[in-house]
Nanobody, 130 residues
Framework: VQLQASGGGLVQPGGSLRLSCAASGSTLDYYAIAWFRQAPGKEREGVSCFSSIDYSTYYADSVKGRFTISRDNAKNTVYLQMDSLKPEDTAVYYC????????????????????????WGQGTQVTVSS
C-alpha cells in the first residue's frame, strides 16, 4: 500500500487542522492506520491509531480530547482532525499502516511504536505558532 499524507501548515495556538492520509494499491480493510509525529531532536511518537477491523480508535494521552481520527471508506483515506492545537504539537506528522494486526497490537499499545509499522507516507509539517 502507498500512502500520501497532506494537510499540514501553519496555525495559531487554539486553531485547527485536518490531516489526510490517502491510500492506494490496496484498500485499508483489516489494517491498522496510525499517525505519528516527530519534533526536532525527539523520537517519533504515536499520536493516534484507527483499527479497520472493528473501527476502534486509540490516542496518545497528550492529544486525547483534542484530536480525532476517522476513515472515509469511499475515498480510502484516513483523517486526523486536530483541534485546540498547542505549540507543543509542532512536528512533522506521518501516517503509517500495518496489515492484519491482532487485538494485542492495540491493547498493549504496540500501535504507538513506530517500529511496528511497515508502510509509511511522506511527512507533512504542522507548525503551531503565533
Amino acid at each position: 500500500v502507498q500512502l500520501q499524507a497532506s494537510g499540514g501548515g501553519l496555525v495559531q495556538p487554539g486553531g485547527s487542522l485536518r490531516l489526510s492520509c490517502a491510500a492506494s494499491g490496496s484498500t485499508l480493510d483489516y489494517y491498522a492506520i496510525a499517525w505519528f509525529r516527530q519534533a526536532p531532536g525527539k523520537e517519533r511518537e504515536g499520536v493516534s491509531c484507527f483499527s479497520s477491523i472493528d473501527y476502534s480508535t486509540y490516542y496518545a494521552d497528550s492529544v486525547k480530547g483534542r484530536f480525532t481520527i476517522s476513515r472515509d471508506n469511499a475515498k480510502n483515506t484516513v483523517y486526523l482532525q486536530m483541534d485546540s492545537l498547542k505549540p507543543e504539537d509542532t512536528a512533522v506528522y506521518y501516517c503509517a499502516t500495518e496489515p492484519h494486526p491482532g487485538l494485542r497490537f492495540f491493547l498493549d499499545r504496540s500501535w504507538a511504536q513506530w517500529t511496528r509499522f511497515g508502510s509509511w507516507g511522506q511527512g507533512t509539517q504542522v507548525t503551531v505558532s503565533s
